[in-house]
């Protein structure tokens, strides 16, 4: 099924889920090893048939089933977002960045950054040492860091509301 942008020359696919599907995202949200079993009585679906749906959800690229590590408990006690200003492409920082490990993820953004990053690292001096490694790299301007105090709140019941 295709929704209209505005621009009625063009249509894009846009993904749309019916309440059952919203309910397996959901169930698996809360339990990604429960049973398909368990989610069929609940959504009134024969096991194959939920089975059928997951896969079409994770096939499609939708949803994926993975295992959430907590950095916390594996040693990582300081977290940061570190905003960054380039001076340069885009494209050789970004590729540079992508190797360092101690970075979870990396966004494009428009804006005051042209990059923000989610940095994990064991202790502030680990953070320290990679900021500086990110200052260094060529193309980077400028860092601005914004240490986590305190995880208020982390879902991820995207689209399922």
Known sequence: MTAKTNDTSREVAKP?????NKT????LQKDGRRSFVAI?????LSEAA???RV??????????????????????????M???????ALEPVVAELKAIT???YIVVTAGRYDLLLEVFCVSDAELLDLVSTIRKLSGV??????????LASEHYNFGVL
């Open 16 to 20: 749309l889920l019916d309440d059952i």
């Open 24 to 27: 397996i995202i959901k169930e």
């Open 40 to 44: 069929g009585k609940l959504v009134g």
């Open 50 to 52: 939920v089975r059928s």
């Open 55 to 80: 896969q079409r959800l994770t096939d499609s690229g939708m949803i994926q089933i993975v295992a959430v590590t907590n950095p916390m408990q594996l040693g990582y006690h300081r977290q940061a």
């Open 82 to 88: 570190i905003g960054v200003t380039l001076s340069g």
């Open 102 to 104: 101690n970075i979870d």
């Open 141 to 150: 301007n400028r860092t601005e860091i914004f240490t986590y105090l305190q």
